[in-house]
């Protein structure tokens, strides 16, 4: 039986993001009765979190919904009995998602913050966090439904998966943006078009294209070669071409460009970097500007200039997830969880993106439509097998899985610039990595 009213958890409550999450709560409040909505931070914070609680308040007063708001940070208080908890932290903050950026391209490798070896440090970072965090869980609300937002996403939840009790499913706004570019290319409402999603986080592919039920994906392909609209916020927008994408057979995600045009993305990003500075010097001067719009006490609405920050639609995508598990509507949606057979080229155990039923039980992977094909089994195969030695270097402080998982990513791809790479990274992140002092 569902509660009448729900306790929630925001671990990184005072991300610049959460106002976004606010407002879905308030447009979703009778399909979802919140109670009681705790913003959590660590002490390093504190700022961020009352300046974005401040305004979280005016939001709900000035809707007139009745969710209690607390900010804390005592995480364990946060925790206890919660129906939901969801993770949406950076740790290390922005000064290590520059490093992140930096170290490779001192390599003249991509910098990243989710994939390559910037994601590749990010998760080893933020892996044993979110771990601690499941402790709490197991211990303080066994059936709460922990939803992860924060990256590397995938290898986040399969982490979770492997090496806690906790029922968790990962969440990106990623597919939501690409039905919505999908929609605006075509001249159609969102709400017409269905896609079958195949891959891992920041790594799948569109392989089937559904307009008001009719296979479309042919001549959408054609359309979306030469089209620069289906990329990310943070990612430069280039453009596919025909040969390529009617080679594929599929849309490739906005961060595929970061492996099928690499040396282009790798000029763009030393190129940027001398002029404009990394991703992360960017991001934090918006998100400077944003906190400033949010101390203004007569603001009381999510600004708009928040699409500035990348991460279109979390909310959509969030409260999608939490509503339809909650109100057990059986619908269909794109997220991250157990592989179990789903994807038969990935171990059972993998995380991986795909369509499931979303109802009270969690989710359930679609069977696919599309077989798989090595156009798509090869990148996916060795991405994979990444993801997990990397996972286990950041669980056991692993040097020699740390070493291996460079070594095959496609964007380093060479144990020369690995191990030097591996070192630089744990020597930067030595306050964050106490695994490796063991």
Request: glycine letters at 8%; hydrophobic letters at 40%; aromatic letters at 6%.
């Amino acid at each position: 039986m569902r509660e009448p009213h729900l306790k929630i958890a925001v671990i990184g409550g005072g991300s610049s993001y959460t106002p976004e999450l606010i407002e879905g709560f308030i447009k979703r409040y009778e399909e979802l009765p919140v109670k009681d909505l705790y913003l959590v931070d660590i002490e390093a914070g504190r700022e961020k979190l009352e300046i974005v609680g401040s305004l979280a308040k005016r939001m709900l007063e000035k809707a007139n919904v009745p969710i209690n708001l607390h900010l804390t940070f005592d995480r364990r208080e946060a925790i206890r009995d919660a129906d939901f908890v969801t993770t949406q932290m950076r740790v290390g903050l922005l000064e290590a998602r520059g490093r992140d950026e930096r170290i490779p391209l001192k390599y003249n490798c991509i910098g990243q913050e989710t994939t390559g070896a910037g994601g590749f440090a990010k998760g080893l970072r933020t892996i044993p966090v979110i771990l601690d965090i499941c402790k709490d869980i197991e211990e303080l609300a066994p059936n709460a439904l922990l939803v992860n937002f924060t990256n590397p996403a995938g290898m986040v939840t399969e982490a979770v998966l492997k090496h806690s009790n906790v029922r968790t499913m990962g969440l990106c706004n990623l597919p939501i943006e690409t039905k919505m570019q999908i929609a605006s290319l075509i001249g159609v409402d969102v709400s017409s078009i269905d896609i079958e999603m195949v891959g891992i986080n920041h790594l799948n592919w569109t392989t089937k294209i559904l307009v008001d039920g009719v296979d479309r994906t042919d001549d959408i392909l054609f359309q979306a070669s030469g089209d620069s609209k289906f990329t990310m916020q943070n990612i430069p927008g280039f453009s596919w071409s025909p040969e390529f994408i009617q080679s594929l057979g599929a849309l490739p995600c906005g961060y595929h460009r970061y492996f099928y045009m690499k040396e282009q993305m790798l000029q763009k990003q030393l190129e940027e970097v001398k002029t404009k500075g990394t991703r992360a010097e960017i991001v934090k001067q918006v998100e400077n500007e944003l906190f400033e719009l949010y101390k203004d006490p007569s603001l009381a609405v999510k600004p708009k200039q928040l699409e500035l920050r990348g991460g279109a639609y979390y909310s959509e995508a969030a409260l999608n997830l939490i509503s339809s598990i909650y109100n057990n509507k059986k619908d269909c949606q794109i997220v991250n969880v157990k592989n179990n057979g789903t994807i038969p080229c990935l171990p059972d155990d993998a995380s991986i993106e795909v369509n499931c039923v979303i109802g009270s039980e969690g989710a359930k992977p679609i069977p696919l439509t599309t077989p798989m094909n090595p156009k798509i089994r090869g990148l996916l195969q060795i991405v994979k097998a990444y993801e997990e030695l990397a996972i286990e270097a950041a669980v056991k402080g692993d040097y020699n899985a740390a070493l291996q998982a460079l070594t095959i990513h496609p964007l380093v791809g060479s144990a020369d610039l690995a191990k030097p790479m591996l070192d630089d990274i744990l020597a930067e992140n030595r306050e964050f990595l106490p695994q490796f002092d063991k």
